[in-house]
């Protein structure tokens, strides 16, 4: 029955994948060399080709100001571009208050060697005079100060590399994938605020292959079996995948050639240099019909997909072929778009070189960069090429440093930057199995943060490096050209990016703890009181040293054990390679809640009328889902405990550990409680606009120019945030945190696996992993097509509010749970309980037992906690602790969570 239920759901996805294709034209490959499949609009590439003027960049300085605080507070700024002596020079920007007459309006002058380097002065004097927050969660126009504050001694910033650089190539795809016009113009000025002055711009790149392939003879139909669907072009582009997705349609390839017209036009008007796409050897099977004689190899199976989406086809590097495609590329790509002479270009992303005959030599991977370079050259004299140094780190036993001599020796020094994409964990420039100078070291490298896989949710970070590491960085390394974000997902974790933003024009180290303190006081929002500000630096300096100051090499975020697949071992922290994106945590719990209930009391409502910013209302929905998250796997613990019992056969032993399970009963309590906090995380999340299931899929059915288009276009958004391929080839690896899917689909997994759990328990089915994986497997494919169904698109309800209920709701079990030292977690001050239908009744039966265990679990902790006073020895700040808990008894606990205090 599985299997059948499996062939039904992908006859109908099929039917998507058939339909949608590229239309037909009359002539196939018939198009001349230069000629669009419709006009393109020709002003906006004739003005690429040119330098930018002070005056147009100073105009495109002043619009960006309008844009960020509106028209009338813009009038307040004065804007002075000035160029620099030298080209290589470092860029700089200056701010200066500006004498008023007459005891007139406070003005402020802000001046910079390029509009971004006056978009970066605009940011300084914002968050550090104003107190404003600019990152993604603020609403543009932003809110001013009605006085502007003086800047009294003048702010003068050089910049401490060249570049600053943005962007991963899956961007374009886990976070980027449906933008529009408006919401690229956002971020836009975002980047131009942060100083970023080399950003990637890879939209629209498949009208470019689309007109390479139609030259040289290769029909529609050819294409459509090559390009996969938009959700998933970031790995067709680096010639992982194939033809998964269903292809595109005509309309969605000028859609996105036009949107790219757009976002270079405003990119360089402001002084940025785009870095546009190269041809990295990836083509169609038809392309060996059309070039017989020509060499051919394929990449190895990434991610272990099907042989329809797998092992792409490529042109052998040391084939003439290779050098033709290459130079028709990069000519459509200056016909089109224009050039800055930077291009990015990824042959062999996690997938290792092979050549014709399968093996390589060394001989093979110095022809291989030449080929990309000189094709590149052949039709750009002036052209770079910036290559991912991803491979470098990702397969470093194959790049020993004869392997990386060979491979960087075909390209001039001069002529390649290579980013070292995850240098805030594995520095690939120092790499510690290669002698300095290394390989990497002897070109030009730029440092970057990666920090996030996929664009997941979970809260972390490592202030601790990125404040210090890139000053220290260019201090040991003269090739050292710039700082970048590498990212493969945004809008999540945004403490992390604004500060690394922040590190292109820090010549010193930062302290952390200084830098998170004026941080926490423009989330709030300069109208917060003192008190407030106060407990919020309080929180973001507990948030720094902790969650934010991630130790080791762990490879991105923690994982939710709620979004992970359901299986008993998860409580022991498994998943595939610990280090990658795990589910155990990196930071002390008890410091989170902490700091949410800091947070909690910063934020809520009182008599000073004080209103919640929307970025405090995402730092009280993020952190207060973070909380959740951990208590949901601290409650799961005891219950795969008690399943992995009895499923053995041995019988179930009442235990007075804390939280212990020891009967059908409690185990299918423990359930439900579960299952609830999975739905208070999802209306939690559902107050933030960037944490919406509705709009990823609604902003996806926005290209789509039929029903059809619409309901593949979804496919699309829904798969690559869950399966991720027809099977889950790479499930949950991009999994979000968000309303829609924690309600629908992540709790729906949770659900069958408690069913299964049940029916094991209670004697009436043999539990089987791996029975429960294939039922799971036919409702998650079916979920990938259930286009019928839909998700809020705006965000409900009062991010304060609401985290106010849940505290009420959930305070004594996380108290109860994280055991010695939760009286620590108190907060200071009258509780406040918000009112709320949602809540769980107190005096509703499974209210009582919830409320009634969960001040058991508190009074074992309170006593645990005096028996380790009186045993432990341990350092002194231990010591110190402990000696403030002497004397607590049960019963003030009671009293200080019941608000009496």
């Not at 060394?362 to 140094?389: I, K, T, Y």
């Not at 909690?600 to 995402?618: E, I, K, N, P, V």
């Amino acid at each position: 029955m599985c299997s059948l239920a499996i062939l039904l759901v992908w006859v109908s996805v099929s039917y998507y994948f058939v339909s949608y294709r590229v239309p037909r034209h009359e002539e196939q490959g018939s198009l001349p060399a230069h000629e669009p499949t419709r006009p393109h609009p020709r002003k906006s590439v004739l003005d690429a080709r040119r330098p930018i003027r002070v005056d147009e960049m100073r105009r495109a300085a002043e619009a960006l100001v309008e844009r960020v605080v509106g028209r009338k507070a813009a009038q307040a700024f004065q804007i002075e571009v000035f160029i620099k002596s030298n080209e290589d020079d470092a860029d700089s920007f200056e701010v200066h208050d500006l004498v008023t007459v007459d005891g007139g309006p406070q003005r402020i002058l802000l001046r910079g060697t390029t509009a971004v380097s006056v978009a970066s002065a605009l940011n300084w004097y914002l968050r550090y005079h104003c107190s404003v927050d600019t990152s993604w969660m603020s609403k543009f126009p932003l809110v001013l100060p009605r006085q502007l504050p003086r800047v009294g001694r003048s702010i003068v910033k050089q910049s401490l590399v060249k570049w600053g650089y943005y962007e991963n190539v899956c961007t374009f795809s886990y976070t980027q994938a449906w933008w529009d016009w408006e919401r690229w113009e956002r971020e836009i000025d975002w980047m131009a605020m942060s100083g970023i002055n080399l950003p990637l711009s890879l939209t629209g790149q498949e009208y470019i292959s689309q007109r390479v392939f139609r030259r040289l003879g290769l029909t529609d139909e050819q294409m459509a079996s090559y390009f996969t669907g938009p959700a998933f072009l970031a790995w067709n582009r680096m010639i992982n995948i194939k033809a998964w997705g269903g292809g595109l349609t005509q309309s969605w390839i000028d859609q996105q050639r036009d949107l790219q017209l757009k976002i270079l036009a405003r990119e360089r008007e402001l002084g940025m240099l785009p870095v546009l796409p190269a041809f990295a050897g990836g083509v169609p099977e038809g392309m060996k019909s059309l070039f017989p004689e020509a060499k051919f190899t394929r990449h190895g199976n990434w991610g272990g997909f099907a042989e329809q989406h797998c092992c792409v086809m490529m042109v052998d590097p040391t084939d003439p072929l290779f050098l033709k495609i290459g130079k028709m590329f990069v000519e459509e790509v200056r016909a089109v778009y224009g050039s800055n002479h930077i291009y990015s270009c990824d042959t062999f992303n996690e997938n290792r070189p092979r050549s014709e005959h399968g093996s390589v030599g060394l001989d093979f991977l110095s022809h291989s960069s030449r080929a990309v370079f000189e094709s590149m050259r052949a039709a750009d004299p002036d052209a770079v090429w910036l290559m991912q140094g991803w491979l470098f780190m990702n397969d470093a036993r194959f790049w020993q440093k004869r392997e990386l001599d060979a491979y960087l020796s075909g390209v001039p020094e001069d002529r390649m930057i290579i980013l070292d994409l995850f240098t805030d964990v594995f520095p690939v420039w120092k790499r510690r199995d290669l002698q300095r100078p290394t390989p990497i070291e002897k070109r030009r490298w730029v440092w970057n943060m990666l920090h996030s896989f996929g664009g997941n949710s979970g809260m972390y970070g490592r202030l601790q490096v990125i404040s210090k590491d890139p000053v220290v960085a260019k201090k040991e390394s003269q090739t050292m050209v710039g700082v970048g974000i590498t990212t493969e997902g945004i809008e999540q974790n945004p403490v992390v990016y604004e500060m690394m933003a922040e590190m292109r024009w820090r010549e010193q180290e930062v302290d952390v703890m200084s830098w998170v303190e004026k941080w926490a006081d423009r989330r709030l929002g300069p109208e917060a009181s003192r008190e407030r500000k106060a407990l919020g630096e309080e929180a973001w300096r507990e948030l720094a040293s902790t969650v934010y100051s991630c130790p080791g090499t762990q490879m991105g975020q923690v994982k939710s054990m709620v979004e992970s697949r359901p299986r008993l071992d998860l409580a022991s922290g498994w998943i595939p390679n610990s280090d990658f994106m795990p589910i155990k945590r990196h930071y002390p719990e008890e410091a989170l809640v902490r700091a949410w209930l800091k947070l909690l009391r910063a934020t809520r409502g009182g008599a000073d009328g004080y209103t919640c910013s929307s970025s405090a209302s995402f730092d009280i929905a993020d952190v207060t889902r973070q909380v959740l998250s951990d208590l949901f796997a601290r409650l799961f613990q005891p219950l795969s405990s008690f399943c992995q019992t009895r499923l053995a056969g041995s019988a179930a032993v009442r235990s007075s550990a804390r939280g212990a399970i020891s009967t059908e009963e409690e185990a299918e309590e423990r359930m439900q409680t579960l299952l609830g906090i999975i739905s208070d995380m999802d209306k939690m999340v559902g107050t933030q606009p960037r944490m919406l299931l509705g709009k990823w899929i609604e902003d996806a059915r926005a290209w789509g120019k039929s029903k059809e288009e619409e309901e593949v276009l979804e496919f699309n958004a829904r798969n690559l945030v869950t399966l991720w391929g027809p099977r889950g080839e790479i499930a949950d690896y991009a999994s979000k945190q968000w309303q829609g899917l924690l309600s629908d689909y992540y709790m729906s997994r949770w659900k069958l696996f408690f069913e299964h759990l049940q029916q094991a328990i209670r004697g009436t089915r043999i539990f089987s992993q791996q029975r429960f994986q294939q039922e799971l497997l036919v409702f998650e494919q079916q979920w990938q097509t259930r286009t019928s169904s839909s998700f809020p698109s705006s965000p409900e309800g009062n991010a304060v509010e609401l985290a106010w209920q849940l505290h009420d709701k959930y305070i004594k079990l996380i108290q109860g749970t994280l055991g010695q030292g939760t009286e620590d977690l108190l907060p200071q001050g009258p509780v406040v309980h918000a009112p709320g239908a949602d809540i769980l009744a107190a005096d509703s039966p499974r209210g009582e037992r919830e409320a009634r265990d969960g001040e058991a679990l508190l009074l074992d902790a309170a006593q645990g906690a005096a028996e380790d006073s009186a045993s432990s020895s341990s350092s002194s700040s231990s010591r110190r602790r402990r000696k403030s808990r002497e004397g607590v008894a049960s019963g003030s606990l009671r009293d200080q969570l019941e608000g009496r205090q």
